[in-house]
């Protein structure tokens, strides 16, 4: 499946989706939202000239009085009988699809929300390639979170947000990385539907089933890779394809303890 982004120069990139995410994201346009490929490398050069240019244009939003807040800094006012200012509580490990992570958002607000020096902006895995992002907390894995842009050049408006690792964000509906089948369901309040296990052992939320983690509040869909326990024996993963669907209260399919290892929220 591909989809193609724009750019800011006119040109459109080829955007290629790959196989470990099949389906991985329930309602997005294509079957396959997980991840990009095939950015060509004049591409990645346009990218990080628009990196270092972007740098230049932000300065003045790093730049701020001690008595107000700074948006670049996230400086509260000053301490009474101190002078100095103090740096505020930092932003929670909670995605709503709103505010920072609103469809319309861009790189300059996750700067505002989680301080500058915390987000970057560069290259993350894309299958057998790399694309451009966001990355909040690029050098903590538990608190790392990647933000893919529909218009990469601009860095704004949200295409896809990716949990993954062992981070300890938690999505839209309490989604969390190493929940249960069970644990699944009671965020949901009924059972649904998952593609079987492929190679790696992996299997994707194919259908909500109309519960409550099929219509998130901002509008955004959740989209749920789990795989299964690393003990599974090849023979039952044998009768969970992936070209079947099966219900989260299968036994067959609860028997291998899945537990989810990447959450893929999207607009």
Not at 113 to 127: C, M, S
Not at 128 to 156: C, F, H, Q, T
Not at 163 to 177: E, M, Q, V
Not at 236 to 255: G, H, I, K, M, T
Request: positive net charge; glycine residues 8%; aromatic residues 6%.
């Amino acid at each position: 499946m591909v989809r193609q982004r724009s750019q800011a120069d006119g040109r459109s990139v080829t955007l290629r989706l790959t196989d470990k995410a099949h389906e991985a994201v329930v309602g997005f346009e294509c079957r396959k939202p997980a991840v990009v490929i095939s950015h060509v490398r004049s591409v990645h050069r346009a990218q990080r000239h628009a990196h270092r240019f972007g740098n230049r244009r932000l300065g003045h939003w790093r730049r701020c009085s001690k008595s107000a807040i700074c948006r670049g800094n996230l400086l509260t006012p000053p301490t009474p009988g101190t002078g100095k200012p103090t740096r505020a509580n930092p932003a929670p490990l909670v995605i709503a699809c709103s505010g920072a992570f609103a469809r319309d958002s861009h790189h300059l607000k996750l700067t505002m929300a989680y301080d500058r020096k915390n987000v970057d902006f560069g290259e993350v895995d894309a299958g057998p390639g790399k694309s451009m992002a966001s990355i909040i907390y690029p050098n903590d894995p538990k608190r790392r979170l990647e933000v893919w842009w529909s218009d990469v050049d601009k860095r704004k408006d949200v295409y896809l947000i990716a949990i993954n690792g062992s981070s300890t964000w938690t999505g839209p509906g309490g989604l969390r990385l190493g929940l249960s089948l069970a644990d699944l369901e009671k965020l949901n309040h009924k059972p649904f539907k998952l593609r079987g296990f492929d190679k790696d052992k992996t299997a994707t939320v194919s259908d909500w089933d109309h519960g409550a983690l099929a219509a998130l509040s901002g509008g955004c869909k959740a989209g749920v890779i789990l795989n299964a326990e690393a003990k599974a024996a090849a023979q039952v993963l044998a009768v969970l394809p992936v070209d079947r669907e099966f219900s989260s209260a299968d036994e067959a399919l609860r028997a291998v303890r899945p537990s989810v290892t990447e959450i893929l929220i999207g607009y």
